[in-house]
């Protein structure tokens, strides 16, 4: 029994890597050929049938082209830090129920690599990691704008992982527990017992603090290649550059499925649609959301960003956490 609980845990967890892996590739074209034609452009056209063949491209051009690690940085750490930032972003998906339950071959599969009652907080707490690897990336590169790069890394990712974790607490506080399967099926019975109809305040903050904590469009300010050159990354190239923004697209599912799960129904029936295919069309939307506000919202400034999580989306959390306490208890 035991050996078959390892072997399914391994047959998971390389089916996670592959396909989130390969997703985070297809999820680049994705993303131009939506700019593009918000923006009234082509996007790839020329490799393969409708551009789709970039993505291999790109890969073919990332494994190949020369590693270069300049003369002063930190060797160690410079090298680790990319691996940083990808791990941390597959570890999270390691709680995360992807599906619901389903029969193959006579045997039960769940869709989690590990079925833990924390699951929220160990998803929450190893994205909270992840910022180590722009941010030692940025501290070893021996260069100023690697290093501005890194400490707005600092900056951003730990203010708004603070609003995020607040957003959350108000929902949970109503679910009373910390497992996302059991956030799921408070959900159950249909779109009207949905959490975002009783948390619209938690749901908003919670994305907003995704953009932030995800590098996105208006708040990607750990490489504003407009004002650091590249910022953290400044000085790498190849494959370790490549890590960086894998694990970048990782979190963007990791935030889309945590979303969908906690104030979306997760992968309860959605009407006529079953609940695998209505949480794959929720992650879906929520992906197109990120790249529509790309394509839509400019950049905002370091001032900008700092005011907004401070002395609004901060504020409005523990309000709403006050509120939600008050209710459940009167």
């Known amino acids: 029994m035991e050996s078959s609980i390892i072997i399914e845990t391994i047959v998971k967890v390389i089916v ?20 593009a034609f918000m ?19 790109d890969g073919i051009k990332l494994f190949t082209k020369e590693d270069i690690i300049p003369a002063n940085v930190n060797r160690p750490i410079f090298m680790v830090a990319p691996i940083i930032t990808a791990a941390t972003a597959f570890i999270a998906m390691s709680a995360i129920p992807f599906f619901p339950e389903f029969e193959m071959f006579g045997y039960t599969v769940k869709p989690i690599i590990s079925d833990i009652n924390v699951g929220v907080l160990f998803v929450m707490s190893v994205g909270a990691v992840g910022l180590y690897g722009p941010l030692l990336a940025g501290m070893s590169s021996a260069n100023k704008w690697a290093l501005l790069g890194g400490a707005r890394t600092a900056i951003q990712l730990l203010s708004y992982e603070v609003v995020s974790g607040l957003a959350l607490l108000a929902p949970l506080m109503m679910i009373g527990s910390l497992s996302l399967i059991d956030i799921n099926n408070y959900q159950a019975g249909g779109v009207s017992n949905w959490i975002i109809w009783s948390q619209p305040v938690a749901f908003v903050l919670f994305v907003i603090a995704g953009f932030a904590e995800t590098n996105r469009t208006p708040f990607d300010l750990l490489e504003h290649e407009a004002e650091l050159v590249a910022g953290y990354a400044t000085e790498y190239s190849g494959m370790r550059w490549g890590m960086f923004f894998i694990g970048e697209y990782a979190n963007l599912f990791t935030i889309s499925f945590l979303v969908a799960l906690i104030f979306l129904g997760g992968f309860e029936p959605l009407w006529f649609i079953p609940g695998g295919l209505a949480i794959v069309l929720k992650v879906m939307f929520l992906i ?32 709403n956490i006050l509120v939600t306490g008050f209710v459940l208890m009167f």
Not at 16 to 35: D, P, Q
Not at 39 to 57: D, H
Not at 297 to 316: E, F, G, N, S, T
Request: charged share 15%; proline share 7%.
């Open 16 to 35: 996670v890597l592959a396909v989130f892996s390969a997703l985070a590739g297809f999820t680049t074209y994705i993303e131009r050929k939506v700019l």
């Open 39 to 57: 923006q009234r452009r082509l996007g790839p056209t020329n490799v393969g049938p409708y551009g789709l063949l970039q993505i291999a491209a």
């Open 288 to 319: 197109f959301l990120f790249l529509w506000t790309r394509a839509s919202w400019p950049h905002i400034r370091p001032d900008q960003l700092m005011w907004l999580c401070w002395k609004v989306l901060m504020p409005l959390a523990v309000l």
